[in-house]
T-cell receptor, first 111, second 118 residues
Framework: GENVEQHPSTLSVQEGDSAVIKCTYS??????FPWYKQELGKGPQLIID?????GEKKDQRIAVTLNKTAKHFSLHITETQPEDSAVYFC??????????FGTGTRLLVSP | GAVVSQHPSRVICKSGTSVKIECRSL??????MFWYRQFPKQSLMLMAT?????????EQGVEKDKFLINHASLTLSTLTVTSAHPEDSSFYIC??????????????FGPGTRLTVL
């Protein structure tokens, strides 16, 4: 089955810096890769997703890149703000299959 | 759009009692809902997949007789933790997938339910 690895487990940046979180997946049949942001005590919130027919997607300060050959995808957050502090999860799935989540990255943005 | 609600947000119960958690898709029809469990500082662990009108599919190691799932309509799924014990204390989160779009597989998550069993 699918296995998703996520790095780093924690990431500390200064406000205004960029943050990059990387994930690798094992199943070449996976074709859907969402990213979720989870704040303390809340459910995960979808922030961006990408499908295997595109290599990059951007939404304001957030972007995701996908390298199908290497089987890895990354989340890029530019101009980070303190409110970006949260735990970020990547996930992968094939078609209408279940999502397999990474282990999460705790992002801390210091003012 | 794509709002999923859960009720209750937190519940405290005595050991041996049963607890029901509701998951609702508020502005779309969810042919499939998922139930997850999350321990502190850990990732989400899928417990079961629930399809409207059919029996839920449980992940390996999840007791189907302990975690009863009912997906009675396109907007409501319930998880009942039967004979709860302290080790069942956890954060339970549901998600819903919009089944009416063209091939969409996006999952939207509820706010979670914190269960504490004394």
């Amino acid at each position: 089955g699918e296995n998703v690895e996520q790095h780093p487990s924690t990431l500390s940046v200064q406000e205004g810096d960029s943050a990059v979180i990387k994930c690798t997946y094992s199943d070449s049949a996976s074709n859907y890769f969402p990213w979720y942001k989870q704040e303390l005590g809340k459910g995960p919130q979808l922030i961006i997703d990408i499908r295997s027919n595109v290599g990059e997607k951007k939404d304001q300060r957030i972007a995701v890149t996908l390298n199908k050959t290497a089987k890895h995808f990354s989340l890029h957050i530019t101009e980070t703000q303190p409110e970006d502090s949260a735990v970020y999860f990547c996930a992968a799935s094939g078609g209408f299959q279940k999502l397999v989540f990474g282990t999460g990255t705790r992002l801390l943005v210091s003012p | 759009g794509a709002v999923v609600s859960q009720h209750p947000s937190r519940v405290i119960c005595k050991s041996g009692t049963s607890v029901k958690i509701e998951c609702r898709s508020l502005d779309f029809q969810a042919t499939t809902m998922f139930w997850y469990r999350q321990f502190p500082k850990q990732s989400l662990m899928l417990m079961a997949t629930s399809n409207e009108g059919s029996k839920a599919t449980y992940e390996q190691g999840v007791e189907k007789d302990k975690f009863l799932i009912n997906h009675a309509s396109l907007t409501l799924s319930t998880l009942t933790v039967t004979s709860a014990h302290p080790e069942d204390s956890s954060f339970y989160i549901c998600s819903a997938r919009d089944g009416t779009g063209l091939g969409t597989d996006t999952q939207y998550f509820g706010p979670g339910t914190r269960l504490t069993v004394l």
